[in-house]
C-alpha cells in the first residue's frame, strides 16, 4: 500500500497526502464506533477546520453523513462563505444527497478515495457536481488512497449490521484483499 | 392564533394525487444489438438450447430472457419471411433458433450447430446465420412488446418480472394512492401552514414538511376523518434556513427575496431535513447521551404537536376535544429538555408511542410518508431515500427548477379557446419552459439502491394560481 501513498504524493503533493490521511483516520474512528467508516475533513486556507464520520447509527438520522457533521462543525466558527474556499477530502465520493449539500454550500473543490458505484453523486451514478445547477460547478479528484479507503469499506461490511430490522448472517464473508480487478462496492452512504 | 384552532380551520386542498412517472419510464433506454438467427431440426430444439448455453454461457446481468428463443415459421416477423423461409423448408421440420449477444464467432457456432441442420441439408454445407436487431431491455408495455416482435423479432411482455428496477409495481402504487388520497389535502393544507409559520417567522423559507404514519391512520376510520385526521401526523417542520443568523425583524425575512447563498443556510436547515431530524431526535431518546445536534428553536406548529403531548402526560385528559390525542408522544429536543414521564390513559387505548424509539424497533423513517409544500431539493430527496420514507407527496404547483424528483415537464392541456390557433396546438406546451431543469425522477431510480414511491397532488385550481407562481417564484432549493 505504500504504493498508493506515493500516488497520493505525486497526485497533489505532500499536503493532500497528509489532508487524505486525516479523513481516512475519521474514517478509522467511525470504523471503531460501529458506523460506516467514511471520513472527512475540510481545509480552509491550509488548515484543516472540520471533521466528520458518518454519525447516522448513534444519531438514528440516515443524514448524518460525515460531510454534513463536517460542516457543521466548520460552521460554528467560520460563516458560511468561507466554504467557497474550503476544500473537502472525503474517503469515499460524496453520495447523491452530499454531492448537492456540497453544491449548494459552494465547495471549491473536493479530493476523495474511492468512487461510489450505489450512491455516489460526482460521477458515479449522478454528476451533480457538474450538472446544471443554481449553485457553479465544483471540480473533484478521486483516487487518493484508493486502495485505503476500499479497505476500510471491506472491513465494515464483513460485519454484521445489528441496527437493520433484519440483520443479515455474514458468517461466510471472508475480507478480500486482492486490487487486480476492478472491485465492485458494497453499499457505502458516506 | 390557537394551534387546535389552526388544525380546525384547515382547509383541505382539493384536488388528484398522481404518480410520478420514473424515469426509466420517461426516457426508456432503448437498446439494442445483433443477434444471429439460424434454422435447425425442429425435432432437436431442446438440444440446441442445451448446447448453445452450454458452449457461449450467458451474460447473467444481461438475462433477455424477453427475447423467444425460437421462432416457429409462422412468428418469423414479415420482413424477414423473404430471407428466413426457404423453398422447401416446412414448419413440420424446422425451426428458428436465436443466438443472443455476447455474440460467439461464426465458426464456433458452425460447429456446435451443425449435427442440428435441417433435416436433408447435405453433409458439409454450413449453416448460414442470418444477422438481425434485437432490444436489450425487456418490453415495457404490451405495445412495445408487439412492435418489437414485429420489426425485430418475438418478443415477450411480462407485466411483473422485470419492472421492479423500472417502476413500482403497478398494484402496490395504486394500492398507496388510493390510500393516500382521502387525506392528501389535509396534510398538504397543514405543510402550508407550517410552511407560513416558517416564512412569518423569519427563520426561514415558506417551505413545510407533514410526516405521516400510514399504520395510524389506517387505525380510524372514515367517519373520524374530521376530527382525527392530524393523530397520524407524527411531526411537523418548516424552513429554517435563515436561522444560523442573527434574529431578524418578525415577519418573511428580507433573504428571501433573492437567492443570495451567503444567507440560504444549507440543505440541513431545510425542511425536509429538519422533520427528519426531529424524529430521530425521539427514536434515540432512549439512549442517554446519544448524539443531539444543534437544532434552531421550533416554530408554533412544530412547537404545538411537541408541547400537546406533554399535556397528554398529565393525567387531565377528560372532555378536551382535542384534535390531537392522548397517545402523541412528545418529541424530546434540545430546546425541550424536561421530560415528564406519561402516566398511562386509563379510559383510552394503550398508549402506544407515534415516533416508536429505537428499543421498540423503530428505524429512520421507515415506512412513514412525507407531505411537502415543495419539490425537495435533490439534496433532500436523496436523505427522504436514506431515511426510507416509503412516499412522498408535493403539490404540482410547489415544483421547483432547483428540484430532484419530477421526471418530465408539465404537459399543459391547450385552452380550448385556442383551438382555432394551429401553430399553438402543435406542440404541447409545458410548464417549464421559461426554466430549463433537469428532471432527476430520484424517487425510483434502478440504479439507486433505495426507492420511495413519488406522487404530485394536482390541484383543482391550478390553472388559475399557475400563471401568478410563474411570474413570483425565485429559484432556490426547496
Known amino acids: ?190 | 392564533m390557537d394551534a387546535e384552532e389552526i388544525l380546525r380551520g384547515i382547509k383541505p386542498l382539493v384536488g388528484e394525487v398522481t404518480a410520478i412517472r420514473t424515469v426509466q419510464e420517461t426516457c426508456p433506454c432503448e437498446d439494442y444489438a445483433d443477434a444471429y438467427v439460424t434454422e435447425v431440426n425442429v425435432k432437436c430444439a431442446s438440444k440446441v438450447i442445451k448446447v448453445l448455453d452450454s458452449s457461449f454461457p450467458r451474460d447473467s446481468a444481461q438475462p433477455l430472457s424477453h427475447l423467444r428463443r425460437f421462432a416457429k415459421h409462422n412468428q418469423v416477423p414479415e420482413y424477414l419471411r423473404p430471407v428466413l423461409l426457404r423453398e422447401g423448408s416446412s414448419p413440420a421440420q424446422t425451426i428458428f433458433v436465436l443466438i443472443s449477444p455476447p455474440l460467439p464467432d461464426i465458426d464456433s457456432l458452425q460447429n456446435v450447430l451443425s449435427p442440428f441442420a435441417p433435416p436433408g441439408t447435405p453433409a458439409g454445407d454450413q449453416l448460414a446465420f442470418h444477422t438481425v436487431r434485437v432490444p436489450l431491455q425487456p418490453p415495457l408495455t404490451t405495445i412495445q412488446a408487439d412492435a418489437w416482435s414485429q420489426t425485430m423479432w418475438p418478443v415477450v411482455f411480462n407485466p411483473s418480472a422485470p419492472r421492479a428496477m423500472i417502476a413500482p409495481p403497478p398494484q402496490i402504487l395504486s394500492r398507496a394512492r388510493d390510500f393516500i388520497q382521502p387525506k392528501a389535502g389535509r396534510y398538504l393544507a397543514l405543510a402550508q401552514r407550517v410552511a407560513e409559520e416558517a416564512e412569518q417567522s423569519g427563520l426561514g423559507r415558506g417551505v413545510g414538511a407533514v410526516v405521516v404514519d400510514p399504520d395510524l391512520e389506517a387505525q380510524f376510520d372514515d367517519e373520524e376523518t374530521d376530527n382525527h385526521w392530524s393523530d397520524a401526523v407524527v411531526a411537523v417542520a418548516g424552513d429554517g434556513r435563515y436561522s444560523r443568523a442573527a434574529v431578524s425583524e418578525p415577519g418573511p425575512n428580507p433573504a428571501s427575496q433573492t437567492y443570495n447563498p451567503d444567507h440560504e443556510g444549507g440543505p440541513e436547515l431545510h425542511a425536509l431535513m429538519r422533520v427528519v431530524e426531529l424524529i430521530s431526535s425521539k427514536r434515540r431518546e432512549d439512549r442517554p447521551g446519544s448524539s443531539s445536534t444543534g437544532r434552531p428553536c421550533l416554530n408554533h406548529l412544530e412547537t404545538y404537536f411537541l408541547s400537546q403531548s406533554d399535556v397528554t402526560c398529565s393525567d387531565d385528559d377528560s372532555e378536551d376535544p382535542s384534535p390531537v390525542p392522548e397517545k402523541y408522544q412528545k418529541t424530546e429536543t434540545s430546546s425541550h429538555a424536561i421530560h415528564k414521564h406519561p402516566e398511562p390513559a386509563e379510559d383510552d387505548t394503550p398508549t402506544t408511542a407515534r415516533i416508536r424509539p429505537r428499543s421498540q424497533g423503530g428505524y429512520l423513517c421507515t415506512d412513514l410518508d412525507v407531505y411537502l409544500t415543495h419539490e425537495p431539493c435533490i439534496c433532500c430527496c436523496m436523505g427522504l431515500l436514506l431515511s426510507r420514507f416509503r412516499a412522498v407527496i408535493y403539490p404540482r404547483s410547489g415544483r421547483m427548477v432547483s428540484g430532484g424528483l419530477a421526471s418530465e415537464p408539465v404537459v399543459k392541456p391547450v385552452p380550448v379557446e385556442e383551438e382555432t390557433s394551429a401553430t399553438e396546438n402543435q406542440d404541447p406546451k409545458t410548464d417549464d419552459t421559461q426554466h430549463q431543469r433537469e428532471y432527476y425522477g430520484l424517487h425510483w431510480r434502478k440504479e439507486l439502491n433505495w426507492r420511495a414511491l413519488g406522487f404530485e397532488f394536482v390541484e383543482e385550481t391550478e390553472a388559475e394560481t399557475e400563471t401568478k407562481e410563474a411570474t413570483e417564484t425565485v429559484a432556490f432549493h426547496a
Do not use: W
Not at chain 1, 476544500?87 to 447523491?96: A, H, I, K, Q
Not at chain 1, 446544471?132 to 460547478?137: A, G, M, N, R, T
Not at chain 1, 443479515?168 to 476492478?182: A, T
Open chain 1, 1 to 190: 500500500m505504500s504504493d498508493n501513498i506515493s500516488s497520493g504524493l505525486q497526485e497533489g503533493g505532500p499536503q493532500h497526502a497528509y489532508f487524505m490521511k486525516q479523513a481516512l483516520r475519521m474514517g478509522e474512528k467511525a470504523l471503531e464506533t460501529g458506523e460506516t467508516p467514511v471520513g472527512c475533513i475540510l481545509v480552509y486556507e491550509n488548515k484543516i477546520v472540520g471533521s466528520g464520520m458518518n454519525d447516522t447509527n448513534k444519531s438514528m438520522n440516515g443524514t448524518r453523513h460525515a460531510e454534513f457533521i463536517a460542516i457543521e462543525e466548520m460552521l460554528q466558527t467560520y460563516p458560511r462563505s468561507a466554504l467557497y474556499s474550503t476544500d473537502l477530502y472525503v474517503t469515499v465520493e460524496p453520495c447523491v444527497m452530499c454531492a448537492s449539500a456540497l453544491r449548494q454550500y459552494r465547495i471549491r473543490k473536493v479530493y476523495f478515495g474511492c468512487g461510489n458505484e450505489r450512491f455516489g453523486g460526482t460521477g458515479s451514478i449522478l454528476s451533480l457536481h457538474s450538472d446544471p445547477s443554481l449553485d457553479p460547478p465544483y471540480p473533484v479528484q478521486g483516487g487518493l488512497f484508493h486502495q485505503e479507503a476500499i479497505m476500510l469499506l471491506r472491513r465494515f461490511y464483513i460485519q454484521e449490521n445489528e441496527k437493520a430490522p433484519k440483520p443479515r448472517p455474514k458468517k461466510h464473508r471472508e475480507l478480500k484483499m486482492d486490487f487486480n480487478k476492478e472491485v465492485s462496492l458494497p453499499s457505502p452512504t458516506p
